[in-house]
């Protein structure tokens, strides 16, 4: 059975809560352990209150839980904020001149810490430095390895001077409470020294890696939160793969620089918010129109407007999934996971290559910050493939060129600038199969009609093989259950571990994700929801949007539904308190 170990680390922006999160996160997965590490912030350029949840196993980890057996409250905010969630026999650590608490109301059961942190670090590094103290403190309080940390900080920091300054804190302070302290404590999980070593990593950084290992060339963006991270990665990591990335003047120049770039024969990423993406969804329409695959990140927060910056939602699939005036075909997959984040942002870039559409990647605040311990990824069957591209002795055998020809399967052989013979018009416009504005001029303008009505047909030509060509949905558990969890995004892991708690209980539960919201994986859930027997929807928004998708395309209605809205991911203790609330 799993063995789990949660604690957090609270306190105002700027004391490095994250960071110390991190190094325990890192630490534990470089020593046979498995963590996820939970960042929580508020929409502000100083101040507030920063969180770090970071949740140990011996076991791979699907999502986190709230309740906590450590915290380690560096203000009095994160005292407030989260002591109540501290189990019975949990510690409190908090900073003895930041935190003042009533032990009268103080949570029963949990042992009261009070540690100078902050008094511990002189002059103007206090700020940057505490968290070292708070970690010594940690560990000398719950019998973490003092040393697996001092490993992590040697790497964590450019200069070694500033690292030894950290260890020495650190080291200082665990000698300092350690000495208080009856007997050490023995931490609950056991570590593997000489455990093959994994990676810690959040869903943008795996989107990021996915983008380089499939071959895109260029990306550009204007941050906006939490896609931006997307964009760091790329402008640091993109240079040493032959990747250029453009922090454009804002998101509507960044998508013309994207189909500029795709015009010219790039791979092509970008990534942003739903705000970001409100402004690009013109462009996005021209990307359609001209036929260029462009690959675009739109990871939710919660809206609309400016709405919750630094908070999660799943509010914007029916946005993005009919995003832009009129109608064309587009791939938009939702990954649910770190490996999906990885596997499917390789998938789309080929995707859309073959269909000539663009393809979105919509995740979410979420699953876009939160960082799981996961194996390395195996690229081994992973390959790049252009689709239907001329080369100059086709090109010579088939001219007139026509960069729009219509065909059987609704792709047309795609051309790049300075091949000869190639030359060709992207326009925005409604064309025919030379590319001209099928109203430029009196001949064209008398075809109109049925040259409007061949060019979109010709789209959706494309549908029914996109959509044998993706892994629409996904099952997970037995074949056949009483009630079966249908979900998407990042929603998963919280989903996947209740169902896991709930057929441990005797319950007969499976899960349904929906991996493809465009095209609509129609055929696939028609063949799975013919076995299922009672359904829960469970969205991270107010109106069901997948719920009503699923009706729309297949005719089936839902029996129930957890439809969750108040900024903060699912947990797996809410989601199995009601499959057994709907199996009752």
């Known amino acids: 059975m799993k063995q789990y170990y949660t604690c957090l680390f609270g306190g105002e922006a700027g004391y490095g809560v994250m960071s110390a999160g991190a190094m325990v996160g890192k630490g534990a997965g470089r020593n046979g352990l498995w963590s996820v590490v939970v960042n929580e912030y508020p929409s502000l350029i100083k101040g507030g209150l920063n969180s770090c949840l970071v949740r140990l196993a011996d076991e791979p980890l699907h999502s986190y839980q709230e309740g906590l057996d450590f915290l380690g409250a560096m203000s009095q905010p994160a005292y407030d904020g989260f002591a109540a969630q501290v189990k019975k026999g949990g510690i409190i650590l908090y900073d003895s001149g930041a935190v003042?608490?009533?032990?009268?109301?103080?949570?029963?059961?949990?042992?009261?810490?009070?540690?100078?942190?902050?008094?511990?670090v002189p002059g103007d590094a206090a700020r940057v430095m505490a968290n070292s103290a708070l970690l010594g403190a940690f560990c000398a309080l719950t019998g973490f390895p003092q040393d697996i940390l001092t490993q992590v900080m040697a790497t964590e920091?450019?200069?070694?001077?500033?690292?030894?300054?950290?260890?020495?804190?650190?080291?200082?302070?665990?000698?300092?409470?350690?000495?208080?302290?009856?007997?050490?404590?023995?931490?609950?999980?056991?570590?593997?020294?000489?455990?093959?070593?994994?990676?810690?990593?959040?869903?943008?950084?795996?989107?990021?890696?996915?983008?380089?290992?499939?071959?895109?060339?260029?990306?550009?963006?204007?941050?906006?939160?939490?896609?931006?991270?997307?964009?760091?990665?790329?402008?640091?990591?993109?240079?040493?793969?032959?990747?250029?990335?453009?922090?454009?003047?804002?998101?509507?120049?960044?998508?013309?620089?994207?189909?500029?770039?795709?015009?010219?024969?790039?791979?092509?990423?970008?990534?942003?918010?739903?705000?970001?993406?409100?402004?690009?969804?013109?462009?996005?329409?021209?990307?359609?129109?001209?036929?260029?695959?462009?690959?675009?990140?739109?990871?939710?927060?919660?809206?609309?407007?400016?709405?919750?910056?630094?908070?999660?939602?799943?509010?914007?699939?029916?946005?993005?999934?009919?995003?832009?005036?009129?109608?064309?075909?587009?791939?938009?997959?939702?990954?649910?996971?770190?490996?999906?984040?990885?596997?499917?942002?390789?998938?789309?870039?080929?995707?859309?290559?073959?269909?000539?559409?663009p393809g979105i990647i919509l995740t979410d605040k979420y699953l876009a910050d939160t960082a799981f311990t996961r194996p390395h990824f195996d690229t081994s069957g992973l390959g790049i493939s252009r689709g239907k591209l001329a080369d100059e002795t086709w090109l010579a055998a088939n001219q007139p060129y026509k960069r729009y020809q219509l065909t059987a399967d609704g792709v047309s052989v795609r051309a790049f600038p300075g091949q000869a013979g190639g030359r060709h018009?992207?326009?925005?416009?409604?064309?025919?199969?030379?590319?001209?504005?099928?109203?430029?001029?009196?001949?064209?303008?008398?075809?109109?009609?049925?040259?409007?009505?061949?060019?979109?047909?010709?789209?959706?030509?494309?549908?029914?093989?996109?959509?044998?060509?993706?892994?629409?949905?996904?099952?997970?558990?037995?074949?056949?259950?009483?009630?079966?969890?249908?979900?998407?995004?990042?929603?998963?892991?919280a989903v996947l571990e209740a169902m896991e708690e709930a057929c441990q209980d005797g319950m007969s539960v499976n899960f349904l994700q929906v991996l493809y919201m465009a095209p609509f994986p129609a055929q696939q859930m028609n063949r799975l929801l013919k076995t299922v027997k009672k359904s829960l929807l469970v969205e991270g928004n107010k109106t069901?949007?997948?719920?009503?998708?699923?009706?729309?395309?297949?005719?089936?209605?839902?029996?129930?539904?957890?439809?969750?809205?108040?900024?903060?991911?699912?947990?797996?203790?809410?989601?199995?308190?009601?499959?057994?609330?709907?199996l009752a």
């Open 425 to 493: 018009i992207a326009t925005s416009y409604t064309h025919g199969e030379d590319g001209f504005y099928s109203s430029g001029n009196r001949e064209h303008a008398a075809a109109e009609p049925a040259t409007t009505t061949a060019g979109i047909d010709k789209w959706y030509r494309k549908v029914p093989f996109m959509e044998a060509d993706i892994p629409g949905v996904k099952l997970y558990g037995p074949a056949e259950a009483e009630l079966t969890v249908i979900a998407w995004g990042s929603t998963k892991g």
């Open 157 to 357: 920091f450019p200069k070694a001077e500033v690292a030894q300054q950290n260890i020495s804190l650190l080291t200082e302070t665990y000698k300092r409470v350690a000495a208080g302290m009856a007997e050490q404590p023995k931490f609950p999980l056991a570590f593997s020294p000489g455990a093959e070593r994994k990676m810690l990593l959040n869903g943008n950084d795996a989107i990021a890696m996915g983008a380089v290992q499939g071959g895109c060339q260029f990306a550009a963006g204007y941050p906006m939160t939490p896609g931006s991270s997307i964009l760091v990665y790329l402008a640091d990591h993109g240079p040493e793969y032959g990747l250029v990335f453009k922090q454009a003047e804002d998101e509507i120049a960044a998508m013309n620089m994207l189909i500029g770039a795709s015009f010219a024969g790039a791979r092509v990423i970008g990534a942003t918010s739903g705000g970001g993406f409100s402004l690009m969804v013109e462009a996005l329409g021209f990307a359609a129109q001209a036929e260029l695959p462009v690959v675009m990140v739109e990871a939710q927060r919660g809206g609309p407007s400016t709405g919750l910056p630094t908070r999660t939602m799943q509010a914007d699939l029916d946005f993005v999934t009919y995003a832009s005036q009129g109608e064309f075909p587009r791939l938009v997959v939702a990954p649910g996971d770190i490996e999906e984040c990885f596997y499917e942002t390789c998938r789309l870039f080929n995707l859309t290559d073959k269909y000539q559409v």
């Open 100 to 120: 003042k608490v009533n032990p009268e109301t103080a949570p029963d059961g949990v042992r009261l810490i009070p540690v100078g942190l902050v008094q511990s």
């Open 544 to 582: 069901g949007q997948l719920g009503r998708m699923i009706r729309a395309y297949t005719g089936y209605k839902t029996d129930d539904s957890y439809l969750k809205y108040d900024s903060r991911p699912f947990v797996p203790a809410g989601i199995l308190a009601k499959i057994k609330e709907v």
